[in-house]
């Protein structure tokens, strides 16, 4: 398929060598232009181009970038056709994200961003640490695979996103609509936990959803100790040991 992915940080670097290895026609951007992406994004053949241009043909349109960020993306995602597949990796962390209200308030991340965007997307790939991502990915029928959470509202998002979740590595588990999204967000059982699909349905089933923003608040104070106010995941092991002690 011809991919765009705006966003190359922990995520987005990852995803755009993974899936050109896998044979897709990659093009990706950041917001400081082409000629500050690293060579080790494009390795296996994915081209920097201008964020202006990354959303040009593309089948899917994936948008790696900060929560805070998404509003700033709407220009572009708006000069898509209406069938193409946008997928938005995002988490909201209050402590690093600016607050949003809303959110907050209760709304679901991705409903959020449906809403900044006028447009469906699909959520996938925010539910696994960026090492686990880079380094735990195995082929298909590996004992103990790891398994990602897919959720969208429209059946072609969810069957492409499903397939190209496989393609990096991952059992792809339908996790349901944006609405039931909250599943996957932080502070969940199924949240960068690094489960097995079997393991993964059933934390899906067992989130409770009062207690996720609290959990998820606790996991963000530990991690900000631990790395000093590094907001990512750069070591996955302490995080999804943190994870599973918190969250399940
Ligand atoms: N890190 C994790 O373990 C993890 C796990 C799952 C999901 N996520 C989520 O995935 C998303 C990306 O996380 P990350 O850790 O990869 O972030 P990151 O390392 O901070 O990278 C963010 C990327 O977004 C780009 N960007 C920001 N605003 C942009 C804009 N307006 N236009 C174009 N590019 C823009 C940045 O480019 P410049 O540097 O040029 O500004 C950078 O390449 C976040 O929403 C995060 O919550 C993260």
């Known amino acids: ?11 987005g670097k990852t995803l755009s060598r993974k899936l050109s290895a896998a044979g897709h026609d990659v093009q990706v951007a950041n917001s400081r232009g082409p000629e500050t992406i690293d060579s080790e994004v494009l390795a296996f053949g994915a081209r920097a181009v201008d964020a202006a241009d990354v ?3 593309v089948e ?15 220009s572009l995602v708006a000069s898509l ?7 938005d990796t995002s988490n909201y962390y209050p402590a690093r994200d600016d607050r949003i209200q809303a959110i907050d308030a209760g709304q ?4 959020w961003v449906v ?20 380094r735990k990915g195995s082929a298909p029928g590996t004992p103990g695979r790891i398994a990602i959470p897919v959720a969208a509202d429209r059946d072609r998002d969810l069957a492409v996103t499903l397939s190209l979740v496989e393609d990096t590595g991952f ?7 944006l609405a039931d999204s909250w599943r996957q967000q932080p502070g969940a059982p199924g949240y960068c936990t690094d489960l097995t699909r079997e393991e ?8 409770e959803r009062s207690r996720l923003p609290q959990r998820r608040d606790l996991a963000f104070a530990a991690i900000s100790e631990r790395f000093a106010g590094v907001g990512t995941n750069p070591d996955a092991d302490y995080a999804v040991r943190l994870g599973r002690a918190l969250y399940m």
């Open 1 to 11: 398929m011809k991919i765009g992915i705006l966003g190359v940080g922990h995520i």
């Open 55 to 57: 959303a040009r043909g």
């Open 60 to 74: 899917v349109l994936i948008l790696s970038v900060p929560l805070n960020r998404m509003p700033a993306t709407a």
């Open 81 to 87: 056709p209406a069938d193409t597949v946008v997928i």
């Open 108 to 111: 679901v991340e991705s409903e």
């Open 115 to 134: 809403e900044q965007l006028k447009r469906p997307v699909a959520k996938a790939w925010n539910a696994i640490g960026s090492d686990s991502l880079a």
């Open 171 to 177: 059992d792809a588990v339908n996790a349901g609509s």
């Open 200 to 207: 993964l349905v059933q934390a899906l089933g067992a989130a």
